[in-house]
């Protein structure tokens, strides 16, 4: 089946700190990638839908400028945590999709993130 | 309102027993599509089951069947002869058709332990 790669899977870095999660898809073109968020016990909440070539569109109250969203080609796409704060800690977890509606979203493994 | 509703928070089963998880969605959508993720532990989102609205027959998938009420708009998961590996937490999701982004809209998520 399809395989998408996130690394790194586990982050622990200070205050201040820039983080940068790789998402890729092994197998196939991902036409759309989109990047969650998930609390502990919490189901997934979508940050932003990521196309290959275009900007990210970013849920309402995600913040574009902490969460920088690159997709620079139709397997890979970047989530930059920028000056991560412990706030910012939490588990992401990215998926990408090829073509087609019922195309299932294929997720990656997820980084937990921690920020002292 | 809530698009995706899994009302049972958590779910105990018996080793080899069959289990039902419970579904709802609204939308008012023609063409959209239903999805069953399982999250173990170890937080990966792993697929297992797609139906589509159009789709008359039921899907299933091993032990895995989706019993589709499209009018009731239900789409709960069957998992049957259920075993140990099978504890993790499900969520239910939909795509709907007129959403060109193939956005996921998730359920909060069942959490299933199967007892030995």
């Known amino acids: 089946g399809a395989v998408v790669s996130q690394h790194p899977s586990w982050v622990i870095c200070k205050s201040g700190t820039s983080v940068k999660i790789e998402c890729r898809s092994l197998?196939?073109?991902?036409?759309?990638m989109f990047w969650y968020r998930q609390f502990p016990k919490q189901s997934l909440m979508l940050m932003a839908t990521?196309?290959?070539?275009?900007?990210?569109?970013?849920e309402q109250g995600v913040e574009k400028d902490k969460f920088l969203i690159n997709h620079a080609s139709l397997t890979l796409s970047t989530l930059t945590v920028t000056s991560a704060h412990p706030e910012d800690s939490s588990f992401y977890i990215c998926s990408a999709i090829g073509q087609g509606i019922n195309q299932p979203q294929h997720f990656g493994d997820g980084t937990r993130l921690s920020i002292l | 309102a809530q698009k995706i509703t899994q009302t049972q928070p958590g779910m105990f089963v018996q080793e080899k027993e069959a289990v039902t998880l419970d579904c709802t969605y609204d939308?008012?959508?023609?063409?959209?599509?239903l999805f069953w993720y399982k999250q173990p532990s170890s937080g990966e989102m792993i697929f297992l089951i797609y139906q589509g609205s159009y789709d008359e027959q039921n899907a299933t998938e091993g032990r895995y069947s989706l019993n589709f009420q499209k009018a009731r708009k239900s789409a709960n998961l069957v998992i049957s002869a259920s075993q140990l590996g099978d504890s993790a937490m499900y969520f239910c999701?939909?795509?709907?058709?007129?959403?060109?982004?193939?956005?996921?809209?998730f359920g909060s998520g069942t959490r299933l332990l199967v007892r030995p």
């Open positions: 990521s196309n290959e070539g275009s900007k990210a569109t970013y």
């Open positions: 999701a939909m795509r709907e058709g007129t959403d060109s982004s193939y956005k996921l809209i």
């Open positions: 197998d196939f073109q991902a036409t759309t």
């Open positions: 939308t008012s959508d023609q063409s959209y599509g």
